[in-house]
């Protein structure tokens, strides 16, 4: 089958490749019919995070047509149309049962790596480095889900593929930050990058009941999508003090919730932007965190800031001191997807919660490497670039 | 006739996260770093497993367990709470860096039994071409031994 894999640092492939396998009993065998690049992808594709091996199938959000299942399934079968959750749960260890799924203790089958960096294995995800498993990823024809009866869920017949898609990762890591951030009726969020997890961080911080909200990037096209699909008001962070904004806005208060959507290659004008820049270079910090920095600094007194962006590991200039004296509470989470998908899929079905406007490049896999090239750059108003295969 | 180099790229690699243990940096996780040798040694591994303690017997260990036989002694008392049965284990005498290697693989599989009733499998994966570089081979031997290596 074709598929799209990780060649070298900023080199991606398209290659003929075996097709996954049945191993476990809880395991299906989906043919992919939508699969979407994620800003997470990019820190695989630039090397900094430095397990992946040439040969590696990426892709972590997708879904598709159930056309194998393993013996132990109960809740799938042939022929069901899925979206499947990035992260890879078991459903019956502690973190699971307790709807912490992406901690899942079973489904990393590479603990000793994450165990050094971060002092606890956390879950396994999809086409996400052998860090995090080692699994084959789902820009490929078809592609293997662990634990299909936990992780896979039917969409149903009023929700299309094109906005299935985004309830795999994007949106339910969305919901993660909004709700384990603790978005509450009548609240101000801020959210940092306007990409698809911000946008849809927007939209549901909305939903929840949030009274104002309020998205943070530089790209034009992107903040038009926020204001039009979300109905947030949008700072470009080039042209605007972000945190001048955010006061002037909020009554001199500053958000209640503080929403970070960007990740370990965060960019920033100025003096900031270079250091991090150097450090990252320099192998002296392993991520850049500028809107970290900003969203701590810039959140009420006694209010929430939660990183749904990807770090790897060390940041330098953390602001503790604003951390501790403001009485922040800081949160992060990697995505929990059984958790918010089902209610995802009731939110797309009554239309509340559309997605398709972020799939700006719809093209074949055989595309991909062009698809990645569009994402990363942003060239041509790219949100998402999603795959066909 | 194979490489030298790649050889020994991929040794290094999997002698890669034990020496983490023996490091002491800010976040790199450490089995214990900071007891002699012997005691870290003789430190009880432990896991634990969703289930109440009467459903883990210590006479019938699962098969990853039990292989290791009168080697290790086991110890299974209630967790806090709701949180489950804690499985411990240890050698009875001082045991290599491989033996310890091979307990904290059990125990997970051990886990994962018990949970899920099944050791998640891997392999064959689909993958295009492995270039046989250094680095490429370094993860090799660090994805080798990734089961049994950790804070475990």
Known sequence: MKAVTWAGVNRLSVEDVPEPQILNDHDVILKVRRTTTCGSDLHLLSGYVPFMRAGDVIGHEFMGEVVEVGKGVREREVGDRVVVASFVSCGTCWYCRNEMFSLCDNSNPNPGITEGLWGQSVGGCIGYSHALGGYAG?????????????????????????????ASDAASTAFTGVDLGGVQAGDTVAVWGAGGVGQMAARLSAIVGAERVVVIDRLPERLEQARTYAGAQTIDYTTTDVAAELRELTGGRGPDVCIEAVGMEAHSPGPQGVYDQVKQQLRLQTDRPAAVREAVMACRKGGSVFTLGVFASMVDKFPLGALMNKGLTLRGAQVHGPRYIPRLLELMERDELVTEHLATHVMPLSEAPRGYELFKEKQDGCVRAVFTP | MANPLLSRA????????????????????????????????RRWRVVTVLLPADRVDPGDLPAPLAALGDRIEVRVTPAPADKGTEVAARYRTAPSEEDIGRLRAALRASKQLLETGEVLRMDPRPHGERAQTPAGRLLDGVVANAKKEGVL
């Open chain 1, 138 to 166: 789902s820009h490929a024809e078809y592609v293997r889900v662990p634990y299909a009866d936990v992780g896979s869920f039917v969409v149903p017949d009023g929700v299309s593929d094109d906005r299935a898609l985004f």
């Open chain 2, 10 to 41: 991929a040794d290094v690699g999997g002698a890669l996260l034990g020496r983490l243990q023996d490091l002491r940096l800010p976040g790199v996780g450490t089995a214990s770093a900071k007891d002699d040798p012997a005691r870290a040694a």
